[in-house]
């Protein structure tokens, strides 16, 4: 064998191993070629990059072969990512392939989410494109409306010590520090009242003591009362004051009605004349025995007649001797 065939077989060797170094640094197997390819699209591929794992529920499938721009000008910017996979498990075109964090230390892979609904996906088919917020982006998405609001709330903050600023001017300023002293002076007065009033609590202990046994006297005694009203039959006694009354009531309404002497006497006004016109005379008379006895005891050694009634005289309460 010559020189030169020796050279050049040693040469497609090296070729043939640079090649296979290739591609097994790109996790590309040239002795098990991949038996099916297919495309997904995406805006923003979150650092997926060529020969990211693919799985299919947590079990290695396959890996991604490329990552291009897509060609079509009306979806301009766009990522087509080509994948391939060595095992034969068959899902639909609705299946969905999801970019999510390889771990906390970053690289990204690709994870199909099956589904078995529709028709079956063949080689060349496009499946749906979808990425998962890793943590540091689920944090920074949940972080960034926290960030508005706290920029909201201090810049509302800065306006209100601005406007503080603006109304407490150095008058007010000296008068707000005036109120404080105030106020300083005032507490402390309550704590010397506070003082006065326990000192005098001290020393008047003894008295407070009596005071409170009395009242406590007094409440004992009320209670004793109270027993003693509840005690009683009431009832009873509220039922007799009723009888009492309905017989009082009677009574009232028998005088009313002309029942009865006091009753007669009450409604019966001839009754009343006639007991007024004889307590009239009645009172006549007697104002007549007094003024004039001798018209009712006359004794008279040379026959004198006593003098007649005088009506006039009487009203006058006069004596006619």
């Known amino acids: ?95 969905i392939a999801k970019i999510y964090s390889a771990g906390l230390m970053g690289g990204q892979n690709l994870a199909i989410i099956p589904s078995y609904e529709g028709d079956m996906a063949v080689t060349g088919d496009y499946l749906k494109g979808q990425i998962e917020s890793d943590l540091i982006s689920s944090f920074g998405e949940k972080l960034n409306p926290l960030q508005s609001k706290i920029e909201r709330v201090l810049n509302q903050a800065d306006s ?80 007799k004051l009723e009888t009492t009354l309905d017989n009082v009531n009677s009574l009232m309404k028998g005088i009313k009605d002309g029942k009865g002497t006091i009753g007669k006497l009450v409604s019966d006004e001839k009754l009343y004349t006639n007991l007024a016109n004889a307590t009239k005379e009645m009172e006549e008379l007697l104002r007549e025995m007094k003024l004039n006895p001798k018209r009712f005891v006359h004794f008279s050694l040379f026959g004198k007649k006593p003098k007649p009634y005088n009506e006039d005289n009487n009203s006058n309460n006069v004596s006619n001797q």
């Open 160 to 239: 209100l010590l601005t406007g503080i600023n603006q109304v407490l001017d150095k008058k007010a300023r000296q008068s707000l520090n005036r109120s404080l002293l105030g106020i300083e002076s005032t507490v402390t007065s309550l704590n010397k009242t506070m003082v006065s009033f326990n000192k005098l609590v001290e020393e008047n202990k003894v008295k407070i003591d009596v005071t409170l046994d009395n009242t406590k006297k007094i409440t004992d005694d009320f209670s004793k009362v109270s027993a003693d009203l509840a005690k009683a039959d009431l009832g009873a006694t509220v039922k």
């Open 1 to 95: 064998m010559s020189k030169e065939l020796k050279t050049g077989i040693i040469a497609l060797l090296i070729i043939a191993l640079g090649i296979w170094g290739y591609n097994f640094m790109k996790r590309q197997d040239l002795f098990s070629p991949n038996s099916r390819h297919f495309f997904v699209e995406y805006k923003n591929i979150n650092g997926l990059n060529e020969a990211s794992v693919v799985t299919i529920n947590g079990l290695k499938v396959g890996k991604v072969d490329a990552i291009n721009f897509n060609t079509d000008p009306e979806k301009r910017g766009s990522l087509v990512v080509r994948l391939s996979l060595e095992d034969d498990f068959e899902f639909s075109k609705n299946s």
